[in-house]
């Protein structure tokens, strides 16, 4: 069972940077599409950033295009959402996941692994 585990996150100024990690437990995973989502009070949740199995393609929403870069390092097996310039609007649970199968997606229901989140907090 691969487990992922999300760390990075926290208080922090609008206009300031937090840099997420999310380990794997397994070298499977290095194979993997990895994502990061994030959630909102009272929101679903909704698709931020993703990345091939060989760190060569990403895609992100617009709302985080030029702010957010998501980035890997398969030795480590680790996955990286760095978060510059952020936002109050950009408060909320981030979580990764993981995707066994398929090209990037953005659709959360695509994704067979998940980590339990970490909260981050953008104060005005």
């Known amino acids: 069972q691969v487990q992922l585990v999300e760390s990075g996150g926290g208080l922090v100024q609008a206009g300031g940077s937090l840099r997420l990690s999310c380990a794997a437990s397994?070298?499977?995973?290095?194979?993997?599409?990895m994502g990061w989502f994030r959630q909102a009070p009272g929101q679903e949740r909704e698709f931020v950033a993703t990345?091939?199995?060989?760190?060569?393609?990403?895609y992100y929403t617009d709302s985080v295009k030029g702010r957010f870069t998501i980035s890997r390092d398969k030795t480590k097996n680790t996955v990286y959402l760095q978060m510059n310039s952020l936002k109050p609007e950009d408060t909320a649970v981030y979580y990764c996941?993981?995707?066994?199968?398929?090209?990037?997606?953005?659709?959360?229901?695509?994704?067979?692994?998940w980590g339990p989140g970490t909260q981050v907090t953008v104060s005005s």
């Open positions: 397994q070298r499977t995973v290095s194979n993997y599409d």
């Open positions: 990345i091939n199995w060989s760190g060569g393609i990403t």
């Open positions: 996941a993981a995707r066994r199968v398929g090209s990037h997606s953005t659709l959360s229901f695509q994704y067979d692994y």
